[in-house]
C-alpha cells in the first residue's frame, strides 16, 4: 500500500458529462502528480501541484482541469467528456516535488466514457 | 521532444531464467532515472538511479545506469513468475519537474 488514496475506483459515464476525480496523497507529501494510462499511450504526465499551487503541466486538455486544496487533497476536473478520455488515472505524490524523492502511485481510477 | 524509450516491448521467459530489459532516453535537464513494477494496479517503486556506474541491488533485481551513453538495464536473476508484469522507466527532468515515462515492457515468466 503505498499510502496514497484515490476515490473512485471505477466511473462510468455519458460522452459530454462532467466527472471528479479525488486523491489524497500520503502523509507528509506536499507534491501531487496526475497522470492518464491508456492502453496505446502509456502513462501520460497532465499536471503537478506543489503545496497548492501549479508546478508543472503537461498534455492536459482544455477540458480537465485540477486544483490541490490547503489540506493537500487534490481533485481532477473532466468535462465534455469523450469516447477517448477512457482510461486509468493515477494521482502520485512524493515528499518534496524534486528529483530526490520518488513518486508513489495510488491505485487509479477507471474512467469508461460510453 | 524527451524521449523514454524501452525495449524489449514484451518478453516471455521460463522461470529461473535471467532477463535484462533496457531504457534508453533523449531528455533535456536529465536529473534521474527511476525503474517502477506494474502489476494489476499502482506502479510500484523499484530503484532511482542519478549517478553512472553505480549498481542498486534488491534481492534477485539490480539496475545501474550509465549516463555517457543515456541508458540504463534492470535485471532480474532466476526469475519467478511473481515477477511478471509491466516494467516502467522514467526520466525525472529537472526544471520541468515532471517524470517521463516509457512505454513500458511487459514481462511473462512462465512456470
Known amino acids: 500500500d503505498s499510502g496514497v488514496t484515490q476515490t473512485p475506483k471505477h466511473l462510468i459515464t455519458a460522452t459530454g458529462q462532467r466527472v471528479t476525480l479525488r486523491c489524497s496523497p500520503r502523509?507528509?507529501?506536499?507534491?501531487v502528480y496526475w497522470y492518464q494510462q491508456s492502453l496505446d499511450q502509456g502513462l501520460q504526465f497532465l499536471i503537478q501541484?506543489?503545496?497548492?499551487?501549479?508546478?508543472a503541466k503537461g498534455n492536459i486538455l482544455e477540458r480537465f482541469s485540477a486544483q490541490q486544496f490547503p489540506d493537500l487533497h487534490s481533485e481532477l476536473n473532466l468535462s465534455s467528456l469523450e469516447l477517448g478520455d477512457s482510461a486509468l488515472y493515477f494521482c502520485?505524490?512524493?515528499?518534496?516535488?524534486?528529483?530526490?524523492?520518488?513518486?508513489?502511485f495510488g491505485n487509479g481510477t477507471r474512467l469508461t466514457v460510453t | 521532444e524527451d524521449k523514454v524509450v524501452q525495449s524489449p516491448l514484451s518478453l516471455v521467459v521460463h522461470e529461473g531464467d535471467t532477463v535484462t530489459l533496457n531504457c534508453s532516453y533523449e531528455?533535456?535537464?536529465?536529473?534521474?532515472l527511476l525503474w517502477y513494477k506494474q502489476e494489476k494496479k499502482a506502479p510500484t517503486f523499484l530503484f532511482m538511479l542519478?549517478?553512472?556506474?553505480i549498481e542498486k541491488k534488491s534481492g534477485r533485481l539490480s539496475s545501474i545506469l550509465d549516463k555517457k551513453e543515456l541508458f540504463s538495464i534492470l535485471n532480474i536473476t532466476a526469475t519467478q513468475t511473481g515477477d511478471s508484469a509491466v516494467y516502467l522507466c522514467?526520466?525525472?527532468?529537472?526544471?520541468?519537474?515532471?517524470?517521463?515515462f516509457g512505454q513500458g515492457t511487459r514481462l511473462t515468466i512462465n512456470p
Open positions: 502523509s507528509g507529501d506536499l507534491s
Open positions: 522514467a526520466v525525472y527532468l529537472q526544471g520541468a519537474q515532471k517524470l517521463v
Open positions: 502520485a505524490s512524493s515528499s518534496l516535488g524534486s528529483y530526490n524523492s520518488p513518486l508513489h
Open positions: 531528455v533535456t535537464n536529465f536529473r534521474s
Open positions: 542519478t549517478s553512472s556506474g
Open positions: 501541484y506543489y503545496n497548492g499551487e501549479e508546478r
